[in-house]
T-cell receptor, first 115, second 117 residues
Framework: DTGVSQNPRHKITKRGQNVTFRCDPISEHNRLYWYRQTLGQGPEFLTYFQNEAQLEKSRLLSDRFSAERPKGSFSTLEIQRTEQGDSAMYLC?????????????FGDGTRLSIL | DAKTTQPNSMESNEEEPVHLPCNHSTISGTDYIHWYRQLPSQGPEYVIHGLTSNVNNRMASLAIAEDRKSSTLILHRATLRDAAVYYCILRAPAKDAGGTSYGKLTFGQGTILTVHP
């Protein structure tokens, strides 16, 4: 399978703990996006990488959140001191570019549950 | 980002055509119209996109109004596997193509499509 891979698929943790998610994009894709989706809502943009550079961050990305893409391949999203409101599905997408309207290919997400 | 308006839900019977409408009256001249769908427990899946002309691919057709203020996603023969949430999204061209954004997608609530056997 050469699609976008996200691990783990599910993460259950206690409030206050740190969690880290991993995204492996499609291998030749230089653009990588993170989104968050809560129940009954559409996904919301969190941050964007072009190769290893983080070029755009949403206001949703508080200082407890950090994302990296160190070699321009896989990416990690870390949440420190998790809160109840962080419970959501975290989605990763990748695309090739330019041109800028190539479709984004999504993984199946990591579902985070905060106890 | 310009907003879109879609019905909350629609129903169809299997093997019948489905027309999913989307209004986007504040669309700018450079916005592309994208459609994604999301099946239960999966990430969104690209369906189709267009700028001004109608578009066809193996999954669906996209009909764009002449004034671009509305569009319709057409599934020619619905199957049970087409039951999903369908999102209509306006996407500004990305910065490295001379555009105004990095190509992020701004999802709305979407239309929940139910397909009856």
């Amino acid at each position: 399978d050469t699609g976008v891979s996200q691990n783990p698929r599910h993460k259950i943790t206690k409030r206050g703990q740190n969690v880290t998610f991993r995204c492996d994009p499609i291998s030749e894709h230089n653009r990588l996006y993170w989104y968050r989706q809560t129940l009954g809502q559409g996904p919301e943009f969190l941050t964007y990488f072009q190769n290893e550079a983080q070029l755009e961050k949403s206001r949703l990305l508080s200082d407890r959140f950090s994302a990296e893409r160190p070699k321009g391949s896989f990416s990690t999203l870390e949440i420190q001191r998790t809160e109840q409101g962080d419970s959501a599905m975290y989605l990763c997408a990748s695309s090739i570019g330019p041109p800028g309207n190539q479709p984004q290919h999504f993984g199946d997400g990591t579902r985070l549950s905060i106890l | 980002d310009a907003k879109t308006t879609q019905p909350n839900s629609m129903e169809s019977n299997e093997e019948e055509p489905v027309h999913l409408p989307c209004n986007h009256s504040t669309i700018s001249g450079t916005d592309y119209i994208h459609w994604y769908r999301q099946l239960p427990s999966q990430g969104p899946e690209y369906v189709i996109h267009g700028l001004t002309s109608n578009v066809n691919n193996r999954m669906a057709s996209l009909a764009i109004a002449e004034d671009r203020k509305s569009s319709t996603l057409i599934l020619h023969r619905a199957t049970l596997r087409d039951a999903a949430v369908y999102y209509c999204i306006l996407r500004a061209p990305a910065k490295d193509a001379g555009g105004t954004s990095y190509g992020k997608l701004t999802f709305g609530q979407g239309t929940i499509l139910t397909v009856h056997p």
